[in-house]
């Protein structure tokens, strides 16, 4: 099945049909998405920081990256259930997003970083604390790492610049009923919309009529 | 005298992004930083060492992340006041951001001092989580109500 299909049919399922319709849980998902971030951004900048030599000094790096990881890697499956959820919820939208595109491929340069340097930097940082040094592989690790959550965070930020492509969306998009204030609410903060209601595809090939309410 | 037009921060389509990414790195070193200290309250992460320890370890991290947080958000908030003064959300979020700061450098801070008992720690180390993710709550919504 062609992606673009199958993020279609993911956003029709009930589950997260529930979830776009719904004017609060879609905003609480990200609230808690960022909430992960904040809670274990701030174990990666250290565990980071500290290969780097520039905070925890006082601690060995063993006691501060051991003793943070599981806790880290908790908050990091917060941060990506949250974001599963949204993507689920508007997989159609996000298909054309081009930063969402640009965030996924550097997650999953993530997902590389840490396996080329699990082995040679983060299971050996007890050596570090013997030898009272830290070695270049290990610092350009904790570099590398702190420019890609930093990517991260610019991506995921911009997925909420781009405009979604309304003639292409196999959705009704439906304007907040429950603005309180509508003459000033700002577009440019969150410009994607806030509830998109799936809407079969035309049977004919032609796309689905899209109605501003 | 406030026109949201008139302000040098909307000449640029880029800069409140760019102001948004600083605020949220900004709260991960500042959130992330207390959450390591309420973590360590909780008994989970970092238990080789005291609390008295992990908080003077990471108090100066905390404070650049408030700094960070502290500069951009008003920076945002001066992009268009009248839609945040008119927003109830977000005079919600002040108050919780304020609450969060005082609670943080009065009762938490305390409660990182050796002689602290088990409860104390938890509830306290609880009560710091509830009110920095409602700020965050905060954040989110007063962009969808």
């Known amino acids: ?213 | 005298m406030f026109l949201a037009i008139e302000n040098p921060l909307n000449s640029s389509e880029l800069i409140f992004p760019t102001l948004e990414c600083m605020h949220i790195l900004g709260f991960a070193f500042s959130v992330g930083t207390i959450a390591i200290v309420d973590f360590r309250l909780l008994g989970l992460g970092m238990r080789h060492q005291t609390v008295g320890e992990v908080a003077s370890d990471l108090a100066p991290w905390t404070l650049i992340g408030l700094a960070l947080m502290l500069t951009s958000g008003p920076l945002l908030f001066s992009s268009d006041p009248d839609m945040y003064y008119l927003n109830w959300v977000f005079d919600l979020k002040m108050v919780l951001l304020l609450l969060a700061i005082v609670f943080h450098y009065t009762i938490h801070r305390r409660a990182t001092m050796p002689g602290t008992s088990a409860l104390r720690s938890k509830v306290v180390a609880s009560i710091s989580i509830a009110l920095w993710v409602g700020v965050i709550f905060g954040g989110i919504f007063l962009a969808f109500i």
């Open chain 1, 1 to 213: 099945m062609p992606l673009l299909e199958f993020a279609q049919w993911v956003q029709s399922t009930e589950f997260f049909t529930a979830i776009r319709e719904s004017w609060y849980v879609y905003p609480a998902i990200m609230s808690s998405h960022l909430a992960g971030i904040a809670l274990a951004g701030g174990m990666v900048l250290m565990v980071d920081l500290r290969l780097l030599g520039l905070a925890m000094r006082k601690r060995s790096v063993s006691d501060v990256v051991n003793q943070l990881r599981w806790l880290k890697w908790a908050g990091l499956a917060v941060i990506v259930t949250c974001g599963i959820l949204m993507l689920g919820s508007k997989a159609e939208e996000y298909y054309y997003n081009i930063f969402f595109r640009v965030k996924m491929t550097v997650l999953s340069l993530i997902l590389v970083h840490s396996l080329v340097f699990r082995r040679s930097v983060y299971s050996k940082v007890s050596e570090y604390d013997k030898t009272g040094k830290i070695p270049g592989r290990a610092k350009l690790a904790a570099s590398l790492s702190l420019i890609l959550w930093t990517c991260m965070v610019i991506c995921g930020r911009g997925i909420g610049y781009i405009e979604p492509p309304l003639d292409k969306l196999h959705a009704r998009v439906i304007q907040q009923q429950h603005s309180t204030t509508e003459s000033v609410n700002r577009s440019h903060v969150s410009r994607v919309p806030s509830a998109i209601v799936w809407k079969l595809p035309d049977t004919h090939g032609m796309r689905s009529q899209m109605e501003r309410m």
